[in-house]
């Protein structure tokens, strides 16, 4: 079984949908992150989180929230969709004293 | 400003041709500088870290080594399951990582 999972792994919504990206962890780690990439922008940091309680936003929190709901589940939400927010998602853990970042296989999401 | 960028954009060898890809930065605080291999449709997969300037490691045809400015990925003798897009990432000072866009490494048999 994969240690980093996501859900769903593909999806199309309509602009103004709330939808919500799912992640799943059996590695144990503390930290978690979310990361989007585009084409041509690389992957960039929209929030992590180094425990339940501590959640810190990225480089582009913008239009995201995310909820973690324990050490080993962390979502991101994205509460009104727009075409823009079209992109591949990926969810990360990694160890505390390691900093090595563990990645899902992604979510592709299409905004119409 | 932090910054990580990374060069050829793409690159095409034939198998057995060596080459290194390079990877330059500016960050306040360096952490770490990582390597990660990215295949077609998959998550980015864990090479190397390294801390210091003058560091190296070592993975079978992979070699990286990094100075105060730049990082090199040296693949030695490739072949056509190195194909893959490389991706370098520094950990900032604050915690946050930055990544570069990659390079897209294609091994021709």
């Known amino acids: 079984d994969a240690d980093v999972t996501q859900t769903p792994r593909n999806r199309i919504t309509k602009t103004g949908k709330r939808i919500m990206l799912e992640c799943s962890q059996t590695?144990?780690?503390?930290?978690m992150y979310w990361y989007r990439q585009d084409p041509g922008l690389g992957l960039r940091l929209i929030y992590y989180?180094?425990?339940?309680?501590?959640?810190n936003k990225g480089e582009i929190s913008d239009g995201y929230s995310v909820s973690r709901q324990a050490q080993a589940k962390f979502s991101l939400s994205l509460e009104s969709a727009i075409p823009n927010q079209t992109a591949l998602y990926f969810c990360?853990?990694?160890?505390?004293?390691?900093?090595?970042?563990?990645f899902g296989p992604g979510t592709r999401l299409l905004v119409l | 400003e932090d910054q990580v960028t990374q060069s050829p954009e793409a690159l095409r060898l034939q198998e057995g041709e060596s080459s290194s890809l390079n990877c330059s930065y500016t960050?306040?605080?360096?952490?770490?500088l990582f390597w990660y291999r990215q295949d077609p449709g998959k998550g980015p997969e864990f090479l190397f870290t390294?801390?210091?300037a003058g560091e190296e490691k070592e993975k079978e045809r992979l070699k990286a080594t990094l100075t105060k400015k730049e990082s090199f990925l040296h693949i030695t003798a490739p072949k056509p399951e190195d194909s893959a897009t490389y991706l370098c990432?520094?950990?900032?000072?604050?915690?946050?990582?930055?990544f570069g866009t990659g390079t897209s490494l294609t091994v021709i048999p």
């Open positions: 990360a853990t990694s160890d505390l004293s390691l900093e090595t970042q563990y």
């Open positions: 590695k144990g780690h503390d930290r």
């Open positions: 989180s180094f425990d339940v309680k501590d959640i």
């Open positions: 960050v306040s605080g360096l952490r770490g």
């Open positions: 390294l801390y210091s």
């Open positions: 990432a520094v950990q900032a000072r604050g915690n946050q990582f930055y």
